[in-house]
């Protein structure tokens, strides 16, 4: 075949793989519950597969968010984490073994909490950060960041190398990615044991991390000030102890700060 070959009209892609020049080309606002979706407070989004759950929730990034009303970061009406649940490792078979176990809850929030961060983090080091104070993001790592991470680990790490807003989110991402691969590789391990091995690891969870992380950002100069929105995709691929840890986050009263 001569020249360029043709794209396949076949071909899926998911929401999470478009840019957002894409989305902006693809997306319908009419005749959907965007309205009721964009205000600040718990919403759930439920409906079959492939009505465009996720394409309401790709829209809400902020990278589509600035695109699409030609707003600044700083200047958009909530910042936008979209957390896909699909691909993790949320289903282990290791976790079966600790439901009748005291601490099954309090571990599978842990690891829950680690995924959010990570994507909050992995969010924030994609998008356009130019107008973003660098200075503010280390003042965001030394006093909100580190306190929180030094409850748990017992340590200091060094800030000041860091040249860019997206060195200081990438730093924060690494530490944190650290620290869920900790416990996934304790879940591991627990298929090699006939008895419940004790865990020594951060114990993270919303209330005492997730939530202050997430305030702190909203406090950096070039940051958005408003609500931050956890777009929490798929969330049937959770196990029935996780689904009752993210309802306690539900339940809290935190809906004007994180929905």
Request: charged letters at 25%; proline letters at 4%.
């Amino acid at each position: 075949m001569e020249g360029a070959l043709s794209k396949n009209p076949f071909q899926i892609t998911t929401p999470e793989d478009l840019t957002a020049d894409e989305m902006i080309s693809l997306f319908v606002d009419e005749h959907t519950d965007l309205p009721k979706i964009v205000n600040p407070g718990h919403v759930f989004i439920k409906g079959p597969r492939g009505v465009g759950k996720s394409m309401l929730l790709r829209f809400l990034q902020p990278d589509c968010q600035c695109l699409y009303f030609e707003k600044e970061l700083s200047q958009l009406d909530f910042l936008g984490i979209y957390i896909p649940l699909k691909n993790t490792n949320f289903s282990l078979t290791e976790l079966r073994r600790l439901e009748d176990a005291h601490a099954c809850d309090i571990l599978n929030e842990h690891l829950l909490t680690c995924h959010c961060c990570v994507r909050v983090f992995e969010e924030l080091e994609s998008l356009q950060l130019s107008k973003v104070s660098l200075e503010d993001a280390k003042k965001y790592y030394s006093d909100v960041f580190e306190p929180l991470i030094c409850n748990y680990l017992d340590c200091e790490y060094n800030i000041e190398e860091c040249e860019s807003v997206k060195d200081v989110f990438g730093k924060i991402k690494v530490i944190i990615t650290k620290e869920s691969r900790t416990i996934t590789q304790y879940l591991r391990k627990l298929a090699f044991q006939t008895r419940i091995l004790p865990y020594s690891g951060a114990l993270f969870d919303y209330i005492d991390f997730l939530l202050p992380l997430l305030e702190g950002l909203t406090r950096i100069e070039g940051m958005p000030k408003k609500t931050v929105y956890l777009l929490i995709d798929d969330a049937h691929c959770l196990n029935e102890t996780q689904t009752r840890v993210l309802n306690s986050w539900v339940g809290t009263r935190t809906s004007r700060k994180v929905s």
